[in-house]
């Protein structure tokens, strides 16, 4: 008799301050490869951030409302220690150009350091995305440039919402 296979199931963390086209198009890539992926939004990773961490949760439900395997959590402390505490075996993340390589090489490999059973996993997100930013979003909005396109419609409605002046 086989034993029931383990559910695959994916951490995409980040800031998402605010969840961009290019997240949407690694967590929907994510979404084919593994069981579940939750997209785990980091508490407190900055001192003055766009959006409140409910914002952020509520626009990301909102976005993946239709994609059953995608879950929306927050999380604070050690990415590892949450990835225990959710039976996640591995960590997404998406990859745009090779400065970002560095970074999350370090990233990558602490997280091994510390618990070397959950496997960091890179994606490329869509070419037209890979200039793309949560800081640039935020700047080019704040400044009165267009960013349709750039980030999902309830993002961009929940921007004009906030105000140029954030
Ligand atoms: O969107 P970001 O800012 O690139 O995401 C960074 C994030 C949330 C993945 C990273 O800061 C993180 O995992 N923070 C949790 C604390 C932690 O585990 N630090 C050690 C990681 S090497």
Redesign the pocket.
């Known amino acids: 008799m086989t034993s029931p296979r383990q559910e695959r199931i994916a951490l995409y963390?980040?800031?998402?301050?605010p969840l961009t086209n290019g997240h949407v198009d690694i967590i929907s890539r994510g979404a084919r490869l593994f069981d579940r992926i939750v997209v785990?939004v980091?508490r407190n990773?900055e001192k003055q951030p766009l959006f409140t961490v409910d914002e952020r949760l509520a626009t990301a439900r909102e976005v993946f409302r239709d994609l059953h395997n995608v879950e929306v959590d927050a999380?604070?402390?050690?990415?590892?220690?949450?990835a225990r505490r959710r039976r996640a075996n591995v960590?997404v993340?998406g990859l745009r150009a090779v400065s970002d390589f560095e970074?999350e090489m370090?990233?990558?490999l602490?997280?091994r350091r510390?618990r070397p059973e959950v496997e960091t996993v890179f994606m490329m997100p869509a070419e037209t995305y890979t200039y793309l930013s949560?800081r640039l979003v935020k700047e080019v909005f704040a400044l009165g440039g267009e960013v349709a396109g750039l980030v999902p419609p309830v993002v961009e409605a929940r921007l004009r919402e906030k105000g140029r002046a954030g």
């Open positions: 963390p980040g800031s998402f301050d785990a980091l990773s999380f604070e402390g050690l990415l590892v220690d949450y960590i993340r970074y370090q990233m990558a602490m997280n510390l949560s």
